[in-house]
């Protein structure tokens, strides 16, 4: 998908983020292609470390999760599509199964300024 180049944007304030905890976000830029299709991402601690991903499973290009907040499968070890169950690295992104295997969710870049978590869209 091709996006505009973004600039750092808050996603939630730092204490949101705790362990286990996956906090949605939309982003302020839409994408290019489909033309204005809004963007939205998700953020969690992987291993303590903030990693961040578009929400948008590269299979179909739409929202991974139902339900708010619910990413990982059952075993709690990959994030998961909801609609046709490809399975992705939390650390990497990268699809290990399903429909869109050896494609990868679109990774975010993250930091913590102000006591707040910001993203950014990579280029
Ligand atoms: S839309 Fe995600 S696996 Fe098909």
């Known amino acids: 998908m091709k996006m505009h180049r973004s600039q750092w944007q808050i996603a939630c304030p730092a204490t949101e983020l705790v362990p286990g905890k996956f906090v949605e976000f939309r982003l302020k830029e839409k994408a290019v292609e489909p033309e204005g299709m809004p963007l939205t991402g998700f953020v969690f601690l992987d291993h303590g470390t903030p990693r961040a991903y578009l929400n948008l499973c590269p299979h179909l290009g ?7 907040g619910r990413f990982m ?3 709690n070890l990959f994030i998961q599509c909801a609609t046709h169950g490809a399975l992705f690295k939390p650390g990497t992104g990268e699809c290990i199964a399903g429909p869109c295997q050896g494609d990868a969710l679109t990774e975010l870049d993250v930091r913590e300024q102000n006591d707040l978590i910001e993203v950014r ?3």
Do not use: K, Q, S
């Open 62 to 68: 739409i929202e991974l999760n139902w339900m708010p």
């Open 121 to 123: 869209v990579r280029n």
């Open 73 to 75: 499968d059952a075993d």
